[in-house]
């Protein structure tokens, strides 16, 4: 894999480090305002929400980046925080949730008419986040874009940001914790997610059998096991969590029918 130049590294990094900064100083004081007038924002979800921004950092700053810059193996894990295990933290932490309660209601009732739009509508669908997060991947690792994204700032940027906006919003479109413009059937979500990780885990087998461009057999075989078994464990709290809320919605109407029997 070639090396990036040091100065565009640099000017990367700093961006991303800004923006996270932003993002961690405004969460917070959004929580501490808005509880002066609702109920007061759970701790928790501020832990979660700082934990999902280190993740992030981790992925495009510092050792693990200049590692996945140029090995595989270093990729597959920024893949899988990015990708998969910061999505999930992020949701938890309801920043929709946080943002239209931060807001004039006026304001916020257009960010609500957004989030019921035809187009965000089609793109939160369980379907179509399957397609973006699933099918970016096989497009990166099955075309010449993982060898393109390592020749081209620019693109290495729009494949970072697509890795982790596909992983948000497929997470969103399967475990409906912050605000959603869908309420789709369990039975459905689930046949969905099923999909998802059966894809997965055929990607893995074929980076593993078929290095993407320019990556040695040795560190697709890596690359291949990281992404199939650390993917195993974030699909696995997806799966119990979705099980979790499915249980929930269903135990009280079970348990008003044995009563009446």
Known sequence: MEHYLQSEIASLEAVAVISLFLAFLLYPLAAALTSLRFKAWPLH???LWSLGLFTIAISVTGP???FARTSFV???WTHLLLGMLTPLLLLFAMPMTLLLRSLPVSAARKISSLLKSRTIRILSNPVAAFILNIGGMYMLYLTNLFEWMHQSLIVYGIVHIHIFLAGYLFTASIIYV???AHRL???????VLVLSVSAHKILSKIIYANPPAGVSRKEAETGGMVMYYGGDLIELSVIIILCYHWYKAT?????ERLEEV
Not at 185 to 191: E, G, P, T, V
Not at 251 to 255: T, V
């Open 45 to 47: 979800r501020l832990f």
């Open 64 to 66: 693990l980046a200049d």
């Open 74 to 76: 270093g990729h597959m």
């Open 178 to 180: 912050d605000i959603t």
């Open 185 to 191: 059937s369990y039975l459905f979500r689930s046949i």
């Open 251 to 255: 135990a009280p109407r079970k348990a």
